[in-house]
């Protein structure tokens, strides 16, 4: 059965603690790894996609990496504005989207 | 460009109440897909609807069903409410092809007393 597995289920930081969310996932013929942060009451808002192993994306203070098991989100030195619900998802070979519970960090000042 | 939209916003219903739900996905993007979202389960894949034929699935019951319109518009439809279908629904939209990227909606809140 196609999964994925995120941790930690929350993380607390002090502004500038850099650290790494973990995604790991079982999914049949991966078509694509995602990474969605979620402010509270709306809706997620897409981050990256990742499709090989070995790829990377950066935008601003994130990072996403992506190997043949797992994914790693990447915040350095983060500020309280990161503050969010980052979700990971992937999507499988015959197109389901698999998300994970996601992983809610807090950034604090 | 224009975000995905989804009315109304907030519902509030009964229990064996039905409620139909309305997506406008972004424009030029063919799939519109739905998932419902609680903090037990996190987000859960309803269906997906593409050139106005559901082209996947989740494992949810046939109380939940959808269309999809000429316009790509989508509306999902939920009868005999219970209370455990309380809960945020998000609306996704992408082009539909291949390796897209879904784009979310601010969702409807539906509360089921």
């Known amino acids: 059965e196609d999964q994925v597995t995120q941790s930690p289920e929350a993380l607390r930081l002090q502004e500038g603690e850099s650290s790494s969310l973990n995604c790991s996932y079982t999914v049949s013929g991966l078509r694509g790894l995602f990474w969605y942060r979620q402010d509270p009451g709306k809706g997620p808002e897409f981050l990256f996609t990742?499709?090989?192993a070995g790829e990377e994306k950066e935008k601003e203070r994130l990072k996403a990496t992506l190997t043949k098991k797992e994914s790693f989100l990447h915040i350095t030195a983060p500020k309280p504005e990161d503050s969010a619900t980052y979700l990971c998802?992937?999507?499988?070979?015959?197109?389901?989207?698999?998300f994970g519970k996601g992983t809610r960090l807090h950034i604090l000042p | 460009k224009a975000g995905v939209t989804q009315t109304p916003r907030y519902l509030i219903k009964t229990r064996g109440q039905q409620v139909t739900l309305s997506c406008s996905p972004i424009?030029?993007?063919?799939?519109v897909s739905w998932y419902q979202q609680t903090p037990g389960q996190g987000l859960q894949f309803l269906f997906e609807y593409f050139s106005e034929t559901q082209r996947n699935k989740g494992n949810f019951p046939g109380r939940f069903s959808g269309r999809q319109f000429s316009n790509s518009r989508s509306e999902m439809n939920v009868s005999t409410l219970e209370l455990g279908d309380s809960a945020l629904y998000l609306c996704a939209s992408s082009s539909g092809t291949g390796k897209d990227t879904q784009y979310f909606g601010p969702g409807t809140r539906l509360t089921v007393l």
């Open positions: 998802a992937g999507r499988s070979r015959d197109d389901k989207i698999i």
């Open positions: 990742l499709y090989s």
């Open positions: 424009s030029g993007h063919r799939s």
